[in-house]
């Protein structure tokens, strides 16, 4: 059981990444998942979460209406759609999962985790 966290990478202020999140030897379909991220320094904060069947969704205040969560269960895959990104939200995402199908957003609740992605906003 293996998450994998990919499309990070370097983008200036104002800019789009869009991050997957994918998984072997299981399916996500039956899993809540969770974008998180870690900042130099910082505590680890959720980001945004989205239900099993991908109906429910929560944002931290800071990305609502910058950032999108959504799935692909057929392709076993969660996005993380960013869009004007600011220098604040330089970090490491990961991606976790929890057998819950009920969205929630509790990092100590996830049984999943994968290796995350840098993604780097420059101002």
């Known amino acids: 059981v293996q998450l994998q966290a990919s499309g990070g990478g370097l983008v200036q202020a104002g800019g789009s990444l869009r991050l997957s999140c994918t998984a072997s030897?299981?399916?996500?379909?039956?899993?809540?998942i969770g974008w998180f991220r870690q900042a130099p320094g910082k505590e680890r904060e959720g980001v945004s979460c989205?239900?099993?069947?991908?109906?429910?969704?929560n944002y931290e205040d800071s990305v609502k209406g910058r950032f999108t969560i959504s799935r692909d269960n057929s392709k076993n895959t969660v996005y993380l759609q960013m869009d004007s990104l600011k220098p604040e939200d330089t970090a490491v995402y990961y991606c976790?999962?929890?057998?819950?199908?009920?969205?929630?957003?509790?990092?100590?609740?996830?049984?999943?985790w994968g290796p995350g992605t840098l993604v780097t906003v420059s101002s």
């Open positions: 989205i239900s099993s069947s991908g109906g429910s969704t």
């Open positions: 976790a999962a929890d057998v819950e199908p009920n969205v929630h957003c509790f990092a100590t609740l996830m049984l999943y």
């Open positions: 030897g299981f399916s996500l379909d039956s899993y809540v």
